[in-house]
């Protein structure tokens, strides 16, 4: 049995080997500074420090991300399927489970990633446009739980939000590619959950009924309790009864992926 | 141990919902042997080939691959097993070189000059670090017959490996499959519905219809020594129906175009030729008909196409 990194070091080398991996990496970087240049150069009286539009981007920036690890997610596991390669990589001394871990490990890598050089990039262009404040007044609400603490904590922590909420997603489109063995289906549905989490909310705050707790969309948006707020509408929840709804719908779909991709046949 | 087989299918039956695909197959090849797998399309080839490499799980019996059964050991089952399944579909964006580097990572102690030798081996130094996706199909089935063998399989399964080849590559796939059983001992199944080719090929055949072993022949060393048996002859002479007044009460003959054809042991046809010719019939050829491949499976399998 030869060792279980050499797996991840080929799912690495199918994702980085793309061309198109790089494009998405050109849009992490440019979008970013796109938008300040812009910003600075269209806005008229509006004052941003760089911690503001630093964040303002991060909304933008992770969406993205999220669509180009889904992308990544689909290509891993049903891009081999449509390729026909599965017949190759399922015949060697390894278990099931152990590729599709493999290929897990490889897309959370990737959206860690590009997640750090999404950070990198957003402080950096707009340290550079609008200079570094170290005052954390205008940018950490007062009811936030943060408050007094510095500006790097609350992008840091604002960031991380928004990664886990990411890893969520990317694990529900992994489990779509896995399943329907279809990136177009999962890559579709994906940026679905991705972008109605809005309108879903909407939707439960007016069915109004306690389960509405545990529905997964809201959760998603784990920035508004750094703000002081709660995402689920009419039920306050803490920050710990999140995560823990997060983590639960994450070993769901981890656990449908994985049965999925054990036991049904390979034929075709 | 040389002799002990290298694969064993035991009973294996595949089911889909009430349909039988494959029903109680039972097996073996041995070490350094070319075993053909034939049958017509949809005959369940392609699904036993699938089992043996655990991509589709069996709905009975067992199949065991140097010893170890390929549903609880498939880790150490498949490690003695080079596949290529159908089509060698090879990762495009990539080159022929990484390729093989992502399969030797999932083997262990594949090094670089086994690599580079296996490369050699299969005639793909020029173009190894060319994208794949520049490739032709012959070329795919070198990189596909590469990455096969990198860990030194003692079992090598190929699945249809002369569709889409030209007759110099399915020449040069021939020559290079005997070699590898006779100077390495690997065992190598081979399916195939191109009969001819199976013939110049393989040592055994196993034929297959409807999921059913019909049944195992040997192709090595049985032509020669059939100096009792009986033959079917062919006698190119000038005049065919006198041809058959001189042989009255003689075995059963047909009377074909520019001949007969009779059926008779070596010695009743040395002296069948005598009396043509002590009767003025001009004998121009005297062959036997061996019988194909082609022929053979057509007898068994009743000339279907389809099973």
């Not at chain 1, 823990?244 to 049904?264: D, E, M, Q």
């Not at chain 2, 191109?194 to 195992?216: F, H, N, P, Y």
Request: include cysteine; hydrophobic fraction near 45%.
């Amino acid at each position: 049995m030869a060792n279980f990194w050499n797996l991840v070091r080929n799912e690495n080398m199918k994702i980085y080997r793309r061309i198109a991996t790089w494009i998405m990496m050109g849009f992490v970087v440019l979008v970013p500074v796109l938008l300040t240049v812009l910003f600075s150069i269209f806005s008229q009286g509006e004052k941003l420090n760089n911690w503001e539009m630093m964040l303002l981007e991060s909304q933008i920036l992770f969406q993205l991300i999220t669509i180009f690890a889904v992308v990544k997610a689909a290509e891993s596991v049903a891009g081999e399927f449509t390729m026909g390669t599965i017949k190759l990589l399922l015949i060697r001394p390894w278990s099931r489970s152990s590729i599709l871990l493999s290929k897990f490990i490889s897309v959370v890598l990737f959206a860690l990633f590009f997640s750090v050089v999404g950070f990198a990039v957003t402080w950096l262009i707009n340290v550079v446009v609008f200079g570094y404040v170290s005052d954390p007044a205008g940018l950490i609400p007062p009811n936030s739980p943060l408050t007094g603490s510095s500006p790097w904590a609350y992008a840091l922590m604002s960031y991380l939000d928004q990664f886990i909420a990411l890893v969520v997603v990317v694990t529900f489109g992994f489990m779509l590619s896995s399943a329907f063995r279809s990136s177009g289906l999962a890559i579709g549905l994906s940026i679905f959950l991705l972008l109605s989490g809005s309108i879903v909310s909407g939707l439960l705050a007016i069915a109004d009924k306690p389960w509405v707790k545990y529905v997964l969309f809201p959760h998603l948006r784990l920035t508004s309790y750094l703000d002081g707020g709660s995402p689920v509408p009419n039920y306050p929840t803490t920050f710990a009864f999140s995560l823990g709804v997060l983590a639960v719908y994450f070993i769901i779909f981890n656990i449908v992926s994985w049965t999925v991709f054990t036991k049904r046949d390979v034929a075709g | 141990m040389s002799q002990a087989p290298v694969v064993r299918l035991q009973n294996v039956s595949k089911r889909i919902g009430s349909r039988t695909i494959i029903d109680r197959l039972t097996l073996e090849v041995n070490p350094g042997e070319v075993f053909g797998f034939l049958g017509p399309n949809g005959s369940g080839k392609t699904t036993t080939i699938r089992m043996m490499v655990g991509l589709i799980t069996m709905s009975g019996g067992d199949i065991s691959i140097a010893g170890h059964s390929v549903k609880s050991a498939f880790p150490q089952a498949v490690s003695h097993v080079g596949a290529i399944v159908e089509n060698p579909e090879m990762y495009k964006f990539l080159t022929g070189y990484q390729n093989l580097v992502h399969f030797a990572r999932m083997n262990r102690g594949i090094t670089k000059q086994r690599i580079d030798e296996v490369i050699e081996l299969v005639g793909l130094q020029g173009r190894i670090h060319d994208k794949v996706k520049k490739y032709s199909l012959g070329m795919r089935q070198r990189l596909g017959v590469a990455q096969a063998i990198l860990h030194r399989p003692s079992l090598l399964i190929l699945d249809e490996p002369t569709n889409g080849l030209d007759p110099a590559g399915i020449r040069e796939l021939r020559d290079y499959l005997r070699r590898l059983s006779r100077e390495e001992g690997t065992a190598v199944f081979v399916s195939s519905h191109l009969l001819s080719e199976m013939e110049l090929m393989c040592d055994r055949v196993a034929i297959i219809q409807k999921g059913q072993l019909i049944d195992i022949r040997s192709l090595r060393g049985e032509t020669a020594e059939t100096s009792q048996a009986m033959e079917e002859v062919l006698f190119e002479v000038d005049h065919p129906d006198a041809a058959i007044g001189v042989l009255e009460g003689r075995g059963a003959a047909n009377v074909v175009e520019g001949g007969f054809t009779v059926t008779a042991d070596r010695e009743t046809i040395a002296d069948l030729n005598r009396r043509l010719v002590m009767a003025g019939v001009r004998v121009y050829a005297i062959r036997t008909k061996i019988k194909s491949l082609e022929d053979q499976f057509l007898e068994v399998t009743g000339g279907e196409t389809v099973g």
